[in-house]
Nanobody, 128 residues
Framework: QVQLVESGGGLVQAGDSLRLSCAAS????????MGWFRQAPGKEREFVGA????????YYADAVKGRFTISRDNAKNTMFLQMNSLKPEDTAVYYC?????????????????????WGQGTQVTVSS
C-alpha cells in the first residue's frame, strides 16, 4: 500500500509559478513510477506528466510541455511538479499518482498510474 499526500496548491495569477509536492509513504519510493493528473470542473481527469521509476523517462501532456517539470527526491520520498507560466486553463484539482511498475512506454505508464495509488488532490486556481 502507498499513501500519497499532495501540497502546494493555491490561487495565483496568470503567468505566475507554483510548485506542487507529493509525499509518499508505505513502499520503497525509489521503485515507484510517479505521475500527475488534473481534473477541472465538469471535465474528466487528464494526464499531466509522469516519470518512470528510475527517472530515466519523463513525459508531459502537450498542454503543459515546456512549462511544467516533474522531479523527484528519493531521499525525501517526494515528487514535485514545477509549474511555470500558469494559465487560467491550468485551473484544476491536481492529483498525484503512483504505481509499482517498471514499464517505460508512456501508454502503459499512464495505464499503470491510473490503476495505482492516488492522493487526495490539491486545488490550483489561476486567475486571468
Amino acid at each position: 500500500q502507498v499513501q500519497l499526500v499532495e501540497s502546494g496548491g493555491g490561487l495565483v495569477q496568470a503567468g505566475d509559478s507554483l510548485r506542487l509536492s507529493c509525499a509518499a509513504s508505505g513502499r520503497t519510493f525509489s521503485r515507484l513510477a510517479m505521475g500527475w493528473f488534473r481534473q477541472a470542473p465538469g471535465k474528466e481527469r487528464e494526464f499531466v506528466g509522469a516519470m518512470n521509476w528510475s527517472g530515466s523517462n519523463t513525459y508531459y501532456a502537450d498542454a503543459v510541455k515546456g512549462r511544467f517539470t516533474i522531479s523527484r527526491d528519493n531521499a525525501k520520498n517526494t515528487m514535485f511538479l514545477q509549474m511555470n507560466s500558469l494559465k487560467p486553463e491550468d485551473t484544476a484539482v491536481y492529483y498525484c499518482a503512483a504505481a509499482n511498475t517498471v514499464v517505460v512506454t508512456i501508454r502503459y505508464l499512464i495505464e499503470a498510474l491510473r490503476s495505482g495509488y492516488w492522493g487526495q488532490g490539491t486545488q490550483v486556481t489561476v486567475s486571468s
